[in-house]
């Protein structure tokens, strides 16, 4: 039994509302951002300048052999001028140039004197000089240098053009230099008397004009004012069938048919011919068919003197063809 005035405190107890959330409307102001970039503003600024960064334009044309021959006694060798007038003093002693060597074709006969007489064909040209180096200067070193360059041997076949003035005409032959000899027991006073050997496959020697004519089916007359064939180039432009033209009593013609926008292009001097689209950038084909009565490719020259030439298609020819050509000497 509890004491009295002693017994166990009462536990006190406190209870509250549940909470309950509501939802509310609640008006704002207007919602503002303070303009913080600076006003607009004017101001003046100089002339707008672009540089110009793009390089000049530049044109370049291939060098014509000869043009730069002035006098006689000048030699032009691959773009290179010789002249009495500069350090590079050709001798007149040229030899070779104005002359030619013919092989004997004629086969002896056996059961009789003489011989059957044969075909004479002309050898290659071969051309002698001596050019005097003349340069007593510091620069002649770089003068001989450039003398030596000039017969240094290409990686193929290839010929450059060689101009000689002679008599106030000049001729131009195509070869290279297989010989050279620059002897150096005057160098100490600037001089060496050099020797220079050519030889051109081509025999023949070339006027510095370039002839070109386009001719239709009333054909025309070519000239060609030396006294050595010329061996021309032809272009025909289709539509044609069988293309055939007769120069100097023979007849050179083609058993193909050329469509329009094609060319046939055709070159006497090495045989050479093909079908092309008609601005010569794509070779269509390589192999034409010679026509039964056409002579071979080769052939077909260009005498000297002037001489009509005929078109005779079997069909078609109304685009007409192109002949290109140079004067040719012996």
Partial sequence: MARLGRGIPVRQVVRRPPLVSYDAEAALPPF???FRYPRDQQFTSGPFVTPFIYPPMQVSAPHIPGSLITRDGEIEWNGMLWSPSNQYRPSPKLTGWDSIKLSNGNVERGSRHGAWPGRKLAGQRIVNATVQLNDDSPTFQDSLDAMINSWA???????YPLAIRTRGKVLIAFGAIIQADAPPDLFGIGVSNILIQWACSDPRRFGTDFNAVRLDLAGGTLTNPGNAPASP???FHGPVTTPRIQLADRILAFNVAIGTGERLDV???NGDLGVYNTPGTVQLADYVRLDAFSVP???LTL??????IQYIPDAGG???FDVFWRSTWW
Wanted: without cysteine; aromatic residues 8%.
């Fill in 267 to 269: 070159d006497t001097a």
């Fill in 233 to 235: 180039r032809f272009r």
């Fill in 318 to 320: 109304a685009g007409g």
């Fill in 32 to 34: 503002e951002t303070p």
């Fill in 153 to 159: 041997p290409p990686d193929g076949a290839e010929e």
């Fill in 303 to 308: 005498p000297g003197g002037t001489w009509p």
């Fill in 297 to 299: 490719v080769e052939r």
